[in-house]
């Protein structure tokens, strides 16, 4: 069966390194379908390149190989690690990047990778990542490559609070879009939870919104008007990957402006639902 590795990295396109990646990798598995899911994460930022695994990893079949390249430099603080979970494989630096991940199901395994003493001095960090997703794809058992460990890093950021009295739920924004639409760590399970049917208000700058959608067109109301006649309103929707996104509808960044730069929210930014 033809092995499926997966590419997550911040290398972006303009340079020789995702080439490169590939290259390797097919030079170690020739029979390796690779496939790209983004190249684009902001640099170093590991809370935006879990989000996109985790709303991505699903359309793969199980046994697909993911490999991260974002802030993969082997550190004091930053080992590097291969898990198994949900029967995929992540292949990435333990930097919190699984965290979001683990939030939802329990790992059914977890190594520290500790073979870089088998390779030369001048194998980089991403070389390893490759003979490790090469190992698991010829069907390398993961104690070979690492011993186990119990958990992963966990990154706070990643995680929505609720307060103590129950009646609010405080995010962040953890990803910006195409379309500059902005993507929140608050999922929809957690809401309905915190909520338990009470009416709430989501809270940002500068306006607030009321309602959550069931999808972006929910927002013409009104049969009377056509649909472009909303086009340019705030909406709320809990999106694909089960996250609360708020979006301008229809908006073209490059032309009229976004929920990025309409609404002026950046990643970090605070958003809170509150409940009453």
Same mark, same amino acid.
């Given at each position: 069966?033809?092995?499926?590795?997966?590419?997550t990295t911040d290398?972006?396109?303009?340079?020789?390194?995702v080439?490169? +990646?590939? @290259?390797?990798?097919?030079s170690?598995? /020739?029979?390796?379908?690779?496939?790209?899911?983004?190249?684009?994460?902001d640099?170093?930022?590991t809370? $935006?390149?879990?989000?996109?695994?985790? #709303?991505?990893?699903?359309?793969? /079949?199980?046994?697909?190989?993911?490999?991260? @390249?974002?802030?993969i430099?082997?550190?004091? $603080?930053?080992?590097?690690?291969?898990?198994?979970?949900?029967?995929?494989?992540?292949?990435?630096?333990?930097?919190?990047?699984l965290?979001?991940?683990?939030?939802?199901?329990?790992?059914?395994?977890?190594?520290?990778?500790?073979?870089?003493d088998?390779?030369?001095?001048?194998f980089s960090? +991403?070389?390893?990542?490759?003979?490790v997703?090469?190992?698991?794809?010829?069907?390398?058992?993961?104690?070979?490559?690492?011993?186990?460990?119990?958990?992963?890093?966990?990154?706070?950021?990643?995680? #929505?609070?609720? #307060?103590?009295?129950?009646?609010s739920?405080? @995010?962040?924004?953890?990803?910006?879009?195409?379309?500059?639409n902005?993507?929140?760590?608050?999922?929809?399970?957690?809401?309905?939870?915190? #909520?338990?049917?009470? /009416?709430?208000?989501?809270?940002?700058? /500068?306006?607030?919104?009321?309602?959550?959608?069931p999808?972006?067109?929910a927002?013409a109301?009104?049969?009377?008007?056509?649909?472009?006649?909303?086009? @340019?309103?705030? +909406?709320?929707?809990?999106?694909?990957?089960?996250?609360?996104e708020?979006?301008?509808?229809?908006?073209?960044?490059?032309?009229?402006?976004?929920?990025?730069?309409? +609404?002026?929210l950046?990643?970090?930014?605070?958003?809170t639902i509150?409940?009453?």
């Amino acid at each position: 069966m033809m092995s499926i590795i997966t590419l997550t990295t911040d290398y972006g396109l303009k340079d020789h390194f995702v080439g490169s +990646l590939k @290259g390797k990798i097919i030079s170690e598995l /020739p029979d390796a379908r690779i496939i790209d899911i983004s190249h684009d994460i902001d640099p170093f930022n590991t809370a $935006e390149a879990s989000y996109v695994i985790g #709303a991505s990893y699903l359309s793969f /079949p199980k046994g697909t190989i993911h490999l991260i @390249g974002v802030d993969i430099e082997r550190n004091k $603080e930053n080992q590097h690690i291969a898990m198994q979970w949900n029967d995929h494989f992540f292949i990435c630096a333990d930097n919190g990047i699984l965290s979001m991940l683990t939030q939802k199901i329990v790992p059914q395994k977890i190594v520290e990778i500790n073979i870089h003493d088998r390779f030369p001095a001048e194998f980089s960090d +991403l070389d390893i990542f490759i003979q490790v997703a090469c190992h698991i794809a010829k069907g390398g058992l993961l104690n070979v490559i690492g011993k186990e460990i119990p958990t992963v890093k966990e990154v706070t950021e990643l995680q #929505a609070v609720v #307060a103590a009295d129950g009646n609010s739920l405080k @995010g962040y924004v953890i990803y910006i879009d195409h379309f500059g639409n902005i993507v929140t760590n608050i999922s929809k399970q957690q809401f309905l939870e915190v #909520a338990k049917g009470r /009416p709430y208000e989501i809270v940002m700058k /500068p306006k607030s919104i009321k309602t959550i959608l069931p999808n972006y067109s929910a927002i013409a109301t009104s049969d009377k008007y056509p649909i472009k006649t909303y086009e @340019g309103e705030k +909406l709320a929707i809990f999106n694909e990957a089960g996250f609360l996104e708020i979006a301008i509808f229809r908006s073209n960044p490059s032309k009229v402006g976004s929920a990025n730069s309409l +609404l002026g929210l950046n990643y970090r930014d605070v958003i809170t639902i509150k409940f009453s």
